[in-house]
């Protein structure tokens, strides 16, 4: 980001983010028939997350959170690493739709990406690491899937983006179409 977008956006209250971030607009979380999405979500979600948490979270909420180490609280450390350690990734999908939104580490190890997602208190993507066919940012750094899930925010650091998501937000099991992908 440069100076002048930097004070743009923090008098108008929206933010753009340089590519390969795909922004989106207000209208990806208008009302629908279950809050800002057309389904609940999953009742078998991955990782133990608990589904109430995540059905507020996810649809009826633009700007809490789980709480701050909720990821560390569940199974997914052992899951993932051992999902890691057997296809060398870990594939994150939808907790409402069950599509693939963030599939990490890449560029990095497990551990780093364990060790950044511990100290900021979420699991923390990178661009590379993010689907951009089903995920978007809005000006006010919310990240959204186009479907209308709630999944975090996009908050900068030093080595570029960093989007902190929710772990009830990406907890689903992937549908049919997804899972032969």
Known sequence: MNILSDLVGSLTGKKTFPAPCVMGDESIMSPKRHGTSN???????????????????????RHYAEHSGYW?????????????EENGEVKFYDSNTGKLLFVAPKGRSMDAFLKESASH???????EEVMWESVRCLGSGEAVSVDGTHLGHNIPDFSGSRYCINLV?????????????
């Open 39 to 61: 389904t609940p979500v999953q009742q078998d979600l991955r990782w133990n997350c608990d589904v109430a948490t995540a059905d507020r979270i996810c649809n009826f909420n």
């Open 72 to 84: 560390r609280t569940t199974s997914f450390i052992q899951e993932a690493t051992k999902e890691y």
């Open 169 to 181: 937000s990406v907890a689903g099991r992937p549908t049919d179409s997804e899972s032969s992908e």
């Open 121 to 127: 208190g979420w699991p923390s993507f990178r661009d």
